[in-house]
Every structure is written in structure tokens, then in C-alpha cells.
């Protein structure tokens, strides 16, 4: 009915100004009312379709079309936001090592806000298994009927794989976790950096989140579409269900395979799906000094370290578990920040800073160039010990000086704390060596660090930008830096 009053409306003014257009010829030759031939009533008509087509063209084309972009953002949108409780986390550990581990565990786990599982070969002599404020123990299902055929491998491997099963047993649609989290014992997890990076996700698609192994050889050997377990993968609850409901009869089929996350790997190979890899993930299969490593981390978010019983306590002076937790310190204050990487330099001293934010901060005399500066340094050595072992990893490298005096200076995590206004973290120096100075840098002892807590949304986090820095023009025995979002144009660059 509304669209037969407009077209009532829009006729009645046509046929007006026809009758004022005709009313000077003779009346033979005007239309009398109502006695419209049909030659007249069929040019009527198509005067009508004529304006009509007129109007939708220019009515559709105030309409703006969707863009990809546009579409893009909407599904973000209709994603509902994921929290902690929408995680567990399944750690595969065994009689032996559990004990020994539970240090690392509890660095990360909370049993207030964090779901998590360890799965156990059998029950400890101890208590653990008890404690309420580490994971619940389940003693894992026997596997002996599973063939095994890698020569001197572990069996243990096709209990470990089993791991993803069982965890989603475990569970049903009601418990609400959208993601399933695989890890070792010895993986230490960054629970709210991993919680952020899952959330770019569709958890009722199909993701097989995770990275693979620094090292060159390991992935040359296991695939560089595995997922290394140790470092730990993420699975969307849409494709675990699938996975836990065929992974028995893909085990039967890969008896040849090494370790348990090559069969996790060849099973989603068979679904069909990839591996989606986030740089995050750390199997760290590598030994000795990790500095150069942590001191360079890539932009996206620190979600684990593996593989921390063969490393070096990461600060000095310090055992494993105490370096841990004093870098705990400041993952609790600004879990996004962890580990990032802003380089500032002091134009008129000729000092360059490379701040690696709750861990270290190196000053280094001269300008040095920023893409030499996100390059890892080589402090470290290869998984595979031996005189003929290639030391070929998945990133650019730069050497370490042997000479402490060729280094920069070097000033470690002291403390951080968080108010209103910010958060303040203070560095003090390592000293290595009897070494000269440059004036500017004979008496500094202490590098105050001011930032704001990181809140990166869904998109910022999909197009990551590095931060800037300032110093503080005057120091004498101390050195102020504020670090801040980097303007629209600006440049971290050196200045001649």
C-alpha cells in the first residue's frame, strides 16, 4: 500500500503538467479527462518507468557499499571477547619431571583465574598431585596397544599426543573453553599476552596457533609446519573436538614419527588444516646465554619459553627459578610490554639506547644503526651439542663481541612499580670488565624508565608499530627515558 501512495503521489504532477503543456491547442487536438488513447496511455508509461529508473539511480548511489574493510571490521566486532577462563591449559609431565618442574609452574599458574591440567604417566610419592594451588593431576590412559617403531625414541610420545584427547574429554560444550592450550612442564607461560593474541582469532573456526623450532636443523628434521610442543600451540575448541574424536586412528598410522607433536601435526594434516604461526611461541632450542635472544624480540607479544633447564639464569646473580620470577615482576605490571624493544638515541652526546622493557637496557657509544639493533645477538649455541653441528637458526644474527669492553653497558632489571600516573622501572649496571668510558656515560649507574601500561586493541595488534623514546637532556649519575607512541611521520633514526 505504501508503495502505491507514492506512485499516486508522483503520477498526479505528470499528468498536471501534461494537461498545462497542452492547454493552448485546439480542443480536437487536447485530451479530454479520462479519454486517454492508448498510444498516450503507453507514452504515459513510459515517461513514468523513465523517471522512476531515474530515481533509484540516484537514490542507491547516496547508499555506501560495504567494504572489505568495513566487513572486516564487523566479524572483529562480532567476536565475543575471550578471558582466562576460556583457556586450558594441558601440560604433559611425567612422574619423574613433575616435581622438579613445579617451580616453573608456578610462576605462571593461578589456580584462582587459570584452567589447567597436568597429565601424569602415574601418581607421585608426594603431595602435588593434591596441592590446590597447582593443576589438577590425571594420570594418562595406557597407550601400550599404540605402535611405536622410532628408532631409540621414547614411547612416551604417543602418551604426550594423547594429551589433546584426553584434555577435551575432559570438558564438554558447557564448560566454556573456546581454546585448548598444549605445553610442556618446563613451559612457562605468559597467560594474558597469549589470552590477547588468541583473541585476533575465530575460536569456531579452525586454527592450529603455534610456532616452530629457532633452530634450522630441528625444523629440516620435524617440518617447518609442526607446531613444537615444548614452545607450546594453541587449538580452537572447534577443531579440538574433531582432532580428539580421530587422533587414535592417526596414531596407529604414525608409529615412524619421533615425538608427540609431530603427530598432532600429521593428524591436522589429514583435517586439512595449517599451521598458523605466532612468533611468540618460544621452543628456544638452544643452549648457553639467552640475552641475545630476549634482548631482541620481535614486536608481537612473549607467549612462552621452553627449555629454561638448559639456559643460563637470564639475570646475574640469580638461580633459574629466581630470574624467572624477578622477570615476573614486571609481566604482572605490563604483560604487552614484556620483552619490547624501543631504541632512542642522544643526539648530542652520540649515545644510542636499545631498551628491552623489563629486562635490560644497552647503551652503546656512537650511533648504531636500528636494523642492525633488531638483529639477535650470537650469545648463545645450538640444541645439538658436538664440534660438527651446523649452528644455522630461523633469523638474522649479529656477533658478540668477545671483548666486554667492545659491548655496551648493559643495565638490568632492579625494579618496577605502577601507579595512576604510569609505570615507573628502574635498571642498574652490570659490570664486566675494567673498562674506559666515553665522559658522558663514566659516572651513569641507574636508567629510570617511564611508560604507559600497553592496551593494544584486536587491530593494533594485527599491525604492530615499535614505540619511541626520549631521554632526559641532563644525567649525571642517572638517566631518565619516557617512552611514547611515535608520531604519524616520525622516524627512530640516527642523526649525523
Not at 9 to 20: D, G, V
Request: charged letters at 20%; aromatic letters at 10%.
Amino acid at each position: 500500500m505504501q508503495n502505491q501512495h507514492n506512485y499516486n503521489r508522483r503520477k498526479k504532477p505528470i499528468i498536471s503538467f501534461l494537461k498545462a503543456d497542452q492547454a493552448h491547442l485546439p480542443f480536437p487536438a487536447r485530451m479530454q479527462p479520462n479519454m486517454l488513447n492508448p498510444s498516450r496511455v503507453k507514452t504515459l508509461l513510459l515517461l513514468l518507468s523513465l523517471l522512476f529508473i531515474l530515481y533509484l539511480i540516484c537514490h542507491v548511489s547516496t547508499i555506501k557499499a560495504p567494504s572489505l574493510s568495513d566487513s572486516l571490521a564487523a566479524d572483529i566486532v562480532s567476536r565475543s571477547p575471550i578471558s582466562r577462563c576460556h583457556v586450558l591449559f594441558a601440560i604433559a609431565s611425567s612422574s619423574k619431571s613433575w616435581p622438579r618442574r613445579l617451580s616453573y609452574i608456578r610462576l605462571w599458574y593461578s589456580p584462582d583465574s587459570i584452567r589447567a591440567l597436568a597429565f601424569l604417566d602415574r601418581n607421585v610419592p608426594d603431595n602435588s598431585s593434591s596441592d590446590p594451588t597447582l593443576p589438577r593431576v590425571v594420570i594418562s590412559a595406557d597407550t601400550s596397544k599404540f605402535p611405536y617403531t622410532y628408532p631409540r625414541g621414547l614411547r612416551s610420545a604417543i602418551r604426550v599426543a594423547r594429551v589433546v584427547k584426553e584434555a577435551v574429554d575432559l570438558t564438554d560444550e558447557s564448560d566454556g573453553v573456546r581454546w585448548f592450550v598444549f605445553g610442556d612442564d618446563d613451559t612457562v607461560f605468559f597467560v594474558d599476552n597469549l589470552v590477547k593474541t588468541l583473541s585476533k582469532y575465530d575460536d569456531n573456526r579452525w586454527f592450529y596457533v603455534g610456532s616452530n623450532s629457532e633452530y634450522y636443523e630441528q625444523n629440516v628434521k620435524h617440518s617447518f609446519n609442526t607446531a613444537f610442543g615444548g614452545g607450546g600451540f594453541a587449538v580452537s575448541h572447534s577443531l579440538a573436538r574433531v582432532l580428539a574424536r580421530v587422533l587414535d586412528s592417526c596414531l596407529i598410522r604414525y608409529p615412524h614419527l619421533f615425538g608427540s607433536d609431530a603427530r598432532i601435526f600429521s593428524c591436522l594434516a589429514e583435517l586439512g588444516v595449517g599451521l598458523t604461526h605466532e612468533p611468540g611461541f618460544h621452543q628456544l632450542d638452544m643452549r648457553g646465554d639467552l640475552f641475545g635472544m630476549l634482548s631482541a624480540h620481535p614486536l608481537s607479544p612473549l607467549l612462552s619459553l621452553h627449555h629454561l633447564d638448559a639456559v643460563e639464569p637470564i639475570f646475574p646473580n640469580m638461580n633459574r627459578t629466581q630470574a624467572l620470577g624477578h622477570l615476573f615482576k614486571a609481566v604482572e605490571v605490563d604483560p604487552a610490554r614484556i620483552l619490547q624493544q624501543t631504541v632512542c638515541y642522544d643526539h648530542s652526546r652520540q649515545l644510542t639506547v636499545s631498551v628491552a622493557w623489563g629486562y635490560a637496557i644497552q647503551v652503546y657509544e656512537g650511533n648504531e644503526s636500528l636494523p642492525d639493533l633488531l638483529l639477535l645477538q650470537r650469545t648463545f649455541t645450538p640444541w645439538k651439542r658436538g664440534a660438527n653441528v651446523d649452528s644455522h637458526f630461523m633469523f638474522n644474527m649479529r656477533d658478540y663481541p668477545r671483548d666486554p669492553c667492545k659491548r655496551p653497558i648493559v643495565f638490568f632489571l632492579e625494579s618496577v612499580i605502577s601507579d595512576k600516573s604510569g609505570v615507573l622501572s628502574n635498571y642498574i649496571k652490570h659490570f664486566v670488565g675494567d673498562c674506559v668510558r666515553a665522559h658522558a656515560l663514566e659516572n651513569l649507574e641507574l636508567i629510570r624508565v617511564l611508560s604507559q601500561k600497553v592496551e593494544l586493541d584486536v587491530e593494533e595488534m594485527e599491525s604492530p608499530r615499535r614505540q619511541c623514546c626520549d631521554i632526559s637532556p641532563i644525567f649525571n649519575e642517572s638517566m631518565t627515558i619516557q617512552i611514547r607512541q611515535c608520531g604519524l611521520d616520525e622516524l627512530i633514526s640516527m642523526h649525523f
